[in-house]
Each structure stands twice: as structure tokens, then as C-alpha cells.
């Protein structure tokens, strides 16, 4: 970003439902990235109803996000709390999907985004086509957020509820699965391609990272891009970034 930008809290592009309430101010920190998969079917659920149903029942993310359609619905402005951290994973949850207080993950971080995915764990989204994938990782970058995984790949669903959870890595910002944040009994989104979503885990390829100088983060978001063009059709982003006062309060 040029000097004296200021980045959007609302993605451009996007269908914007503003949420009944959202989970206060955010208390500062690394800016982070949760990724979450709903457990539902992206050929019968849509971005907007899977939105619509979280915000009734309390739980709003920032993002709902159906990657066979592209279609993308904003529920809360990235300057604010979420409220899906700590809260039923699963879109179809029953009783459990009651409004309660946000969990205090929500608030940590400057930057806390949260995007539901209309997708199963158990089938990872990035093993099929990511229409829109492009536009949401635009809009990430504008806020700076970290091309990295701190945790590493997320776990197969099996695996999920048994991986160590460690607060030092979440503190350190970046890019997250649910089942990796601390103090959640998540298990989604399951073992989803990184390297397609932002910098691979620390975990991955340390050999030939060691061995090269150009920087990561350009290496992965060319990667990314080549890998993209494969997935599903790129989406036009805005020249400029708009102001804050274009969100749609």
C-alpha cells in the first residue's frame, strides 16, 4: 500500500449483510487469518443463506465464502470482532448454534478475520475449484496479513482433535485452521493445501527454503497465482483500495 492508504474494511465486490451484533473491538496483536469449513454442501448452500443462519443464531464470521459458486458475503467490517471462534463449527449444529459470548479468541489480534467456507472438512476445499479464492487473498494482502501458516497444514478431520494447540504460534499471526486455535474443540477445515492459501508451514519443504534467496512471500503468491489460474477464474480487484467511509453502515 502507498503511503496514507487506507485499506477497506469491506471486501469490494462482496454482498454485505451487516450482522445483528458483532464481538466488540479488537484488542491488537499479530493480524491473523481463521479459515473454517462448515460441514455443508456448496451445490445446495449458497454464501448468503449459510450467512444469513450463522447471524441468526449468533455466530457471525467476517466472511461466508461458497468457492464453487465465487460467491462471497461480508457479515462484519475486518476492523471489528467476529463471533464464530470458540462457537459450533458446523452450520447445521441444532441446539448447540444458541447465541452466547463470543470466545476471547475473536478479539485477539488487530486484524482477527474469519471466513466460513461452504464446504465439508472431511473433503478439503482446496482440492476443488476456489472461484472468488483470488479476490478474498487480494483483499488479505491489502491488511498486510502474513503469507504464512505458523501451526503448519491443518490436520485431516480423524486427526483434528488430538493436535497440540499452542498459544505461541497463534500469537504469532498469519494464517490458521480452526483446529488449530487454542481453546476451540474445532476439527475443521480439514487437511486443506496451504501452499494454495497464503506462504506454506514451517514444516514444509525446509530443505529448498533454506536454499533460496528470493523472498517467500513473493515466491508463494507467484505459485499461488499459476495454481489459481488452474482453479477457477481470476476476479478483478479495484486499482485503489476505497476509504473506511464507504462501508455500508
Known amino acids: 500500500m502507498g503511503s496514507g492508504a487506507v485499506v477497506d474494511a469491506w471486501i469490494p465486490g462482496a454482498r454485505c449483510i451487516r450482522a445483528q451484533a458483532d464481538g466488540g473491538s479488537l484488542r491488537g496483536g499479530a493480524p491473523r487469518v481463521v479459515w473454517q469449513a462448515l460441514g ?16 441468526q443464531e449468533g455466530r457471525p464470521p467476517h466472511l461466508v465464502w461458497n468457492p464453487l459458486s465465487g460467491g462471497i458475503t461480508q457479515l462484519i ?65 491489502a491488511w498486510a496479513v502474513p503469507w504464512r501458516w505458523p501451526a503448519g497444514r491443518p ?12 498459544q505461541a504460534l497463534w500469537a504469532l499471526g498469519g494464517h490458521f485452521g480452526a483446529s488449530q486455535i487454542p481453546d476451540w474443540d474445532a476439527a475443521g477445515p480439514g487437511h486443506i493445501d496451504i501452499d494454495l492459501l497464503g506462504m506454506s508451514g514451517p514444516t514444509f519443504c525446509q530443505g529448498l527454503a533454506r536454499r533460496r534467496k528470493t523472498r517467500p512471500s513473493m515466491v508463494n503468491r507467484n505459485h499461488r497465482t499459476a495454481r489459481e489460474s488452474m482453479l477457477g477464474p481470476k476476479t478483478k480487484t479495484g486499482a485503489a483500495v476505497a476509504s473506511l467511509a464507504n462501508a455500508p453502515y
Not at 40 to 55: E, F, G, K, V
Not at 120 to 126: D, G, I, L
Not at 155 to 166: I, L, N
Open 77 to 141: 467490517p475486518a476492523v471489528r470482532a467476529a463471533c464464530l471462534l470458540g462457537a459450533p463449527e458446523s452450520l447445521d449444529c441444532g441446539s448447540k448454534g444458541v447465541a452466547q459470548p463470543p470466545a476471547a479468541a475473536n478479539r485477539q489480534g488487530r486484524l482477527c478475520v474469519q471466513i466460513a467456507v461452504v464446504a465439508s472438512a472431511r473433503e478439503p476445499f482446496t482440492d476443488r475449484p476456489m472461484h472468488g479464492v483470488e479476490r478474498i487473498l487480494d483483499w488479505l494482502q
Open 155 to 166: 490436520a485431516p478431520v480423524a486427526q483434528a482433535r488430538t493436535t497440540e494447540r499452542r
Open 40 to 55: 455443508a454442501d456448496p451445490r445446495l448452500i449458497s454464501a448468503h443463506s449459510a450467512a444469513q443462519r450463522l447471524d
